[in-house]
């Protein structure tokens, strides 16, 4: 245990720092580092994905069933027909 009570695993250190490890040590922890932080932007970003593809879905499937609302309360053909009925029995 360190001097704050802190585990020596969880202790953070700087690879720059430290002395004892080799360039290729060095290299491979920045490595590491670099592909966490790639995956923790791929989780962010996938997280963010999927909301915006569920709003645009919702968005979509809104429009698509007002469209459908829509046509089912418009009455002009029925206006039409009424029209042509009129027309033929005054010919």
Same mark, same amino acid.
């Given at each position: 245990?360190?001097? @704050? +009570? &802190? ?6 250190? %700087?690879?720059?720092? &430290?002395?004892? /490890? @080799?360039?290729?040590? =060095?290299?491979?922890?920045? #490595? !590491?580092?670099?592909?966490? =932080?790639?995956? $923790?932007? #791929?989780?962010?970003?996938?997280? =963010?994905? !999927? /909301? ?6 919702? !968005?979509?499937? +809104?429009?698509? +069933?007002?469209?459908?609302?829509? !046509? @089912?309360?418009?009455?002009?053909? %029925?206006?039409?027909?009424?029209? $042509?009925? $009129? $027309?033929?029995?005054?010919?």
């Amino acid at each position: 245990p360190g001097e @704050s +009570g &802190e585990a020596a695993f969880a202790r953070r250190i %700087d690879p720059s720092r &430290e002395p004892g /490890l @080799s360039p290729e040590q =060095r290299r491979l922890m920045a #490595q !590491v580092e670099y592909a966490q =932080r790639q995956r $923790a932007l #791929q989780r962010r970003l996938r997280s =963010r994905n !999927v /909301l915006l593809a569920l709003g645009i879905g919702a !968005v979509t499937f +809104g429009i698509y +069933g007002y469209t459908f609302y829509s !046509v @089912s309360q418009e009455r002009f053909l %029925d206006e039409l027909e009424q029209e $042509a009925e $009129a $027309a033929r029995a005054r010919a």
